[in-house]
């Protein structure tokens, strides 16, 4: 997807979830994240959304963490998500498209990376926040989630820290039931690999539209409400261990 486009998602979603938490109200629990309130929620973004804006803004080159400071009591914490969302689609926007800052993974440009990891941060983050609300969740763009699955699989779980491993190699595959996209993940003791493809025979396949795929690997719906095949070890193996 276009940087453009990406930075025009992280400015919706962030306001439908500012809209949606001050609704739910900042002490209701998310079941998608059953540890969290809302404040958790709010706080855990805000930080999230600074941190990414530093390094674009400041042309950050080397990685600094999020900020530990405690966020703002309850009564703020609804303004103050808006406005650290806002300052970040702000930095998105000014920024120069060539801008040299730190990442995490390769990617076309900074710039790129940051718009792209904070569309699906969001967006993810907002369907918790409609979870907390009693909501239906609003529709995700096909495109948009099934970039999110590429970026989970192909770019996240390629990283030395995926918990995604087996003593025994297996492969999950996982299949877009109205996009022409099919993710094939091999999995063993050593980092994941992904491939674009579906070739050869898969020890558990999991299937459904692809807005429903990518909120189930992100584990905001149950697997059971897809179509899955084969050794469902490996969908609990997911579930437990595919977070990130």
Known sequence: METAELIEIVDREGRLLADTAAK??????????PDWRVRDLLSHLGRVHSWAARFVGEGLTDPVRPSVEPAPADA???????????????????????VECFTFLPGPAPLAFWARRQAHETAIHRVDAESAAGMDFSPLDPAFAADGIDELLSGLHSLERSRLRTDTPRTLRFRAT???????VWV????????????????????????????A????????????????????????????
Do not use: F, M
């Open 76 to 98: 703020e914490l609804v303004p103050w998500y808006r406005e650290t969302h806002r300052r970040l689609v702000e930095t998105l926007t000014e920024a120069d498209p060539e």
């Open 178 to 184: 109205d996009q022409d996209a099919v993710w094939t």
């Open 188 to 215: 063993s003791d050593g980092v994941p690999r992904t491939e674009l493809n579906d070739d050869g025979v898969a020890d558990y396949e999991l299937s459904g539209p692809v807005a429903d795929l990518y909120l």
């Open 24 to 33: 739910a109200g900042v002490a209701a629990p998310v079941p998608t994240c």
């Open 217 to 244: 690997l992100w584990n905001r719906l149950p697997h059971s409400a897809l179509s899955g095949k084969g050794d469902l070890e490996l969908a609990a193996l997911w579930r437990e261990r595919g977070a990130i």
